[in-house]
T-cell receptor, first 115, second 109 residues
Framework: ETGVTQTPRHLVMGMTNKKSLKCEQH?????MYWYKQSAKKPLELMFV???????ENNSVPSRFSPECPNSSHLFLHLHTLQPEDSALYLC??????????????FGEGSRLTVL | GQNIDQPTEMTATEGAIVQINCTYQ??????LFWYQQHAGEAPTFLSY??LDGLEEKGRFSSFLSRSKGYSYLLLKELQMKDSASYLC??????????WGAGTKLIIKP
């Protein structure tokens, strides 16, 4: 139990579908993140939220749309994805939205396959 | 540009010692993290170094040399459960995390 829960764990979708990934943290942290993890590549930071406000958006295509309704929940809405978007999407949280602000607590990820 | 280099894969024997190296080139430096990630699981925090030297935590130790832009993770008395990927991440001057691609460690009996 890492304190960060992601659903679904696995998702297969067609290029025209719309789906959402959900993340919930039970740690009382103020910052939440979406990362993309592809095989043999470094983690790619997609979005950062601090106290429900988006503080970073790393040139992510608009087919990925984040939502942070409160400090415990984070969503990633997906639409008209491409096969190259197939990857493991990791949610993480930390006390503050800063790389030097302490360790990240990760969820187990949502494995996305785009057909 | 900013870059982290670590070996793609390493193999070691149960009961032995293994050292996983990480070199970094970043604009400024505010510390370095090591995470462990078992297949299909969440990455979990192992260590954070910001000062030069060796920090020991049980069977795992992490070393940092700021002047050389170099860190290593040392695993002693290897166990089969240590088979995992080990991720190195440096904190740059903007307090952003720069990640390596990870080192897959395979432990053989």
């Amino acid at each position: 139990e890492t304190g960060v829960t992601q659903t679904p764990r696995h998702l297969v979708m067609g290029m025209t579908n719309k789906k959402s990934l959900k993340c919930e943290q039970h740690l009382g942290h103020n910052a939440m993140y979406w990362y993309k993890q592809s095989a043999k590549k470094p983690l790619e930071l997609m979005f950062v939220y601090s106290l429900e406000e988006r503080v970073e958006n790393n040139s992510v295509p608009s087919r990925f749309s984040p939502e942070c309704p409160n400090s415990s929940h984070l969503f990633l809405h997906l639409h008209t994805l491409q096969p190259e978007d197939s990857a493991l999407y990791l949610c993480a949280s930390s006390q503050v939205a800063s790389g030097g602000g302490g360790e990240l607590f990760f969820g187990e990820g949502s494995r996305l396959t785009v057909l | 540009g900013q870059n982290i280099d670590q070996p793609t894969e390493m193999t070691a024997t149960e009961g032995a010692i293994v050292q996983i190296n990480c070199t970094y080139q970043t604009s400024g430096f505010n510390g370095l993290f090591w995470y462990q990630q078992h297949a299909g699981e969440a990455p979990t925090f192992l260590s954070y170094n910001v000062l030069d030297g060796l920090e020991e935590k049980g069977r795992f130790s992490s070393f940092l040399s700021r002047s050389k832009g170099y860190s290593y993770l040392l695993l002693k008395e290897l166990q089969m459960k240590d088979s995992a990927s080990y991720l190195c991440a440096a904190v740059d001057s903007n307090y952003q995390l720069i990640w390596g691609a990870g080192t897959k460690l395979i432990i053989k009996p």
